[in-house]
């Protein structure tokens, strides 16, 4: 099933959304909001599924036209926002471009950071934040889950048993503030705001074959002020997977119902020999790895980071083509100060 959350108090109002994304019908015969259903997953979610099928087979007479603007985050808040980094291309390139020394071999465990979860963006929400492009902002497309309660020590063989949900998200980073913050031993604060999600978040059974052993085969398509940069496959380059993510959070504590797991920059290797890589190539999820390419292909940097004004959509196809978890489409809009 795929479920949303309409804009309604902290925690939203919980939606049913159909498998086109046409249609919504409120969950509330069931339970409000999307961290009442995950708290009590194994009793309320097959009530849900119900009534997913039968909007699916056009049975629900209170079906509606699914309003993305209405949406807020799928989880409007959390009590858990950890994001990793697992595309190896992504890793190498974002390094070069902070110099950090990327060791020789895979690294034995994935990277992590515990993020804010307090307040999250929704699809078309606008990004509103005091600067742009003097502290580099850039977004970054990236795989979530969401799990259930997992008990701590849980491994990896078993780590996809508490997925619940799977969406993306746009990870929206200050590259200039990163560096310093990362080099400082602690993880970053100030260079993460508050992180967009996709209007729609689905179970892994409606993902089909594409959702296969913590990886999704599907492509991910950003498009800055209407011109796609990055078309990458999720499912490549992955050093961990869901399985590592999960087992490596839960190694020495539990993690509660409604906690957020995401992947880092989506990202695809690809030759270094043109500029264009936006063009016959799989491009670049963010603007880091984008002006890292450019770098070293040509000696300079052409991207330029975000400006105010403009505009960023995120979203995955399947193999025909279709939207799976409906777009993120967001302007970047400068934050006027109180008073």
């Not at 059974?205 to 990886?215: I, K, M, N, T, Y």
Request: charged share 20%.
């Amino acid at each position: 099933m795929k479920l949303a959350s309409y804009k309604c108090g902290r925690d939203g109002k919980l939606m049913v959304v159909s498998r086109n994304l046409a249609n919504a019908v409120p969950a509330s015969e069931v339970i409000g909001n999307m961290q009442g259903l995950l708290d009590n997953w194994s009793e309320l979610a097959p009530r849900l599924n119900q009534i997913s099928d039968a909007l699916n087979r056009g049975e629900r007479q209170d079906a509606e036209p699914f309003d993305i603007g209405s949406c807020a985050a799928p989880l409007p808040r959390a009590y858990s926002w950890n994001d990793g980094s697992v595309y190896l291309n992504h890793m190498r390139l974002l390094k070069q471009l902070l110099g950090i020394e990327m060791p020789s071999e895979r690294p034995l465990t994935p990277a992590m950071y515990q993020g804010g979860s307090d307040t999250f963006l929704g699809p078309l929400d606008d990004i509103v934040l005091p600067k742009a492009d003097e502290w580099g902002l850039d977004y970054e497309a990236e795989l979530a889950v969401i799990t259930d309660d997992v008990p701590m020590g849980v491994g990896a063989a078993d780590a996809l048993n508490y997925v619940r949900l799977v969406t993306i998200i746009n990870d929206i980073s200050y590259r200039t503030l990163l560096g310093p913050e990362m080099q400082s031993g602690f993880g970053p604060i100030v260079s993460k705001p508050s992180t967009s999600f996709a209007p729609v978040v689905a179970t892994p059974d409606e993902l089909g074959e594409a959702w296969h052993d913590g990886r999704l085969s599907m492509t991910m398509v950003t498009s800055l002020n209407g011109s796609v940069m990055g078309r990458p496959n999720a499912g490549q380059g992955m050093a961990f997977t869901f399985r590592d993510l999960i087992a490596h959070l839960v190694r020495s504590r539990h993690v509660g119902a409604g906690a957020i797991i995401g992947t880092g920059t989506v990202s695809n290797e690809q030759p270094l020999n043109s500029a264009e890589v936006t063009k016959g190539g799989v491009g670049a999820s963010c603007i880091a790895e984008l002006r890292t390419i450019e770098k070293l292909v040509t000696g300079e940097y052409r991207t330029p980071f975000l400006k105010f004004g403009d505009r960023v959509r995120i979203e995955m196809l399947d193999s025909e083509g279709r939207s799976v978890f409906g777009a993120m489409d967001q302007q970047v809009v400068l934050h006027e100060p109180l008073g």
